[in-house]
């Protein structure tokens, strides 16, 4: 992830690049290839998101439809740790076109739905949620619906993955003007933010997948006097772990979770972020549902 600014003007920016992290998201599932690449930019987008706020938590993107993918979410967290994942269904008798059209539209895998982004700390304490309907064809174009129905700041998106990698490039208009802020810089202001709009739609899928960020802006805006800061990493990071899954566990109940034990001898619980399993065996639903018990509920991991 890149931050850069915009010396003479009130604009900022964000560069992300996903290789590794992407790879290591998507490793234990199978996606169709237009489901895949619409969560990548999920991904890319939650990044760029989370890089212009300030806040200790996680950023939630959530795309929820009536379509073949009637759930999509990608979060991100404060420290740049990212994870995913897409549910459709499976269990159809053949995809549809779109799925696996690397193309696709958005409203063609979703159907009509919202996008809602979410904003929790990490102790639960503050809790921001705000939903749009899903438009246009690309993602980038329903967050910026977003922005500008939440009334933010004036940010466009672009954005792009695929098998290898995911990214996104991220402008934002910040309030205020140049020097002493009068009528004639404000207009100056309003024309640099229409070109540098104009300027990143030319920027091609091919160019935002193989150019360095360097590279990016020295292409796009090599007329301006940008600064561009040192890069900050990003990673796959899944939050699950054997505590959460307890808890989850003593919300379903006991009655449920024994006759589960009943069924099949243990409770295994599969995350469906990174495919991790989590098994409980007699001894731990024993322990799970005892008078005083923790949440950690011991047991195995695999």
């Known amino acids: 992830m890149h931050r850069f600014v915009f010396e003479r003007y009130p604009i900022r920016g964000h560069l992300v690049h996903l ?93 009509a739905g919202n996008l809602t982004v979410t904003l929790e700390t990490d102790d639960g304490a503050q809790r921001y949620q705000g939903i749009v309907p899903i438009s246009g064809e690309r993602l980038a174009e329903s967050l910026q619906g977003y922005f500008e129905n939440s009334e933010q700041l004036p940010t466009r998106l672009w954005l792009y993955a695929d098998a290898q990698g995911a990214s996104g490039m991220l402008l934002q208009r910040l309030p205020g003007e140049g020097g002493s802020g009068s009528q004639v810089e404000a207009a100056e202001v309003d024309d640099a933010w229409r070109r540098v709009q104009l300027i990143g739609d030319t920027l091609t899928h091919e160019e935002l997948r193989t150019l360095t960020d360097q590279e990016i802006l020295r292409r796009l805006f090599n007329e301006d006097d940008l600064r561009l800061f040192e890069p900050s990493p990003v990673y796959f990071r899944c939050r699950c772990s054997r505590e959460r899954v307890a808890g989850m566990l003593q919300g379903l109940g006991e009655a449920e979770t024994h006759a589960v034990l009943a069924e099949r001898g243990e409770v295994e619980v599969r995350c469906d972020f990174c495919n991790r399993a989590y098994v409980f065996d007699a001894v731990d639903v024993a322990r799970l549902f005892s008078a005083g018990a923790s949440s950690d509920g011991g047991g195995r991991v695999h």
């Not at 994942?85 to 059209?101: C, F, G, I, V, W």
């Open 19 to 111: 290789d590794a992290a992407w790879r290591a998201l998507i490793e234990h599932r199978e996606y169709p290839e237009g489901i895949r690449n619409l969560l990548g930019e999920a991904v890319a987008a939650s990044l760029l998101l989370a890089a212009t706020i300030k806040f200790e938590g996680v950023l939630s993107l959530q795309l929820q439809g009536d379509g073949f993918v009637h759930l999509m979410l990608a979060q991100c967290t404060s420290g740049l740790g990212v994870r995913g994942l897409a549910r459709y269904q499976e269990d159809a008798e053949r995809l549809p076109d779109a799925a696996s059209d690397p193309a696709a539209r958005v409203g063609d895998l979703i159907g």
